[in-house]
């Protein structure tokens, strides 16, 4: 590809490794050319947009490179984990490299219960990462009608989030079910 005949095409080889080294030293955040994380992203690329890149925490090979929302503020930027459920290999433990892409993080819940069924929030336990189990005087809580919606911020070693027993909250409900948002890393 970069031999013409015999003869070494310098032109091609240097276009060819300027593109490389860009892409080692600047991603652009794509799938072939992943950043680490959405702060490294907008501190390389300030004129990018809030939206959907490629990261991969670990700095491996793009090969388990995931895609992630990145959004900024005007004084933060977070990476939220969106494909949390993904079969292809290495995604597990990229989505526990994000907890290195920022000090914090935070996630939304829902508990649905069945309409009839008022969420009982003095029996809700979640178990985090890091194993410590957190009640209703560790995070804020809204319930409305049949839904608890709980929101969990804290040191990004407690993320993701590993139990959350819906059934406990919902008085044995057997149609309760939880819903959380992506996990956002900041």
């Given amino acids: 590809r970069f031999y013409e005949g015999e003869i070494l095409n310098t032109e091609a080889y240097e276009r060819y490794v300027f593109d490389k080294l860009k892409c080692k030293l600047t991603p652009p955040g794509t ?17 990018f947009d809030n939206g959907f890149y490629w990261v ?4 491996g090979t793009n090969v388990d490179a995931i895609k992630v929302f990145c959004k900024k503020t005007f004084n933060t930027t977070q990476t939220c984990a969106i494909d949390t459920a993904s079969s292809h290999a290495g995604v597990c433990s990229q989505h526990d490299n994000l907890k290195w892409c920022g000090c914090t993080g935070s996630v939304e ?3 649905a219960c069945s309409e009839s069924v008022v ?3 003095a029996h809700m336990k979640i178990i985090t990462s890091a194993r410590k189990k957190l009640t209703v005087d ?8 049949s839904k608890l919606t709980v929101f969990v911020s ?5 993320f993701p989030l590993k139990k959350m027993h819906p059934q406990h909250v919902c008085k044995n409900d057997p149609d309760a079910r939880v819903e959380c948002t992506p996990v956002c890393f900041g």
């Avoid at 991969?56 to 700095?59: F, G, I, K």
């Avoid at 560790?138 to 009608?145: A, K, L, S, Y």
């Fill in 31 to 47: 799938q072939d050319c992943p950043a680490r994380c959405c702060f490294d992203l907008f501190n390389d690329h300030p004129d």
């Fill in 154 to 158: 804290g040191s990004s070693e407690m």
């Fill in 109 to 111: 819940c829902v508990y």
């Fill in 56 to 59: 991969d925490p670990n700095l």
């Fill in 138 to 145: 560790d995070v804020q809580t809204e319930v409305v009608g």
């Fill in 119 to 121: 969420p009982d929030t």
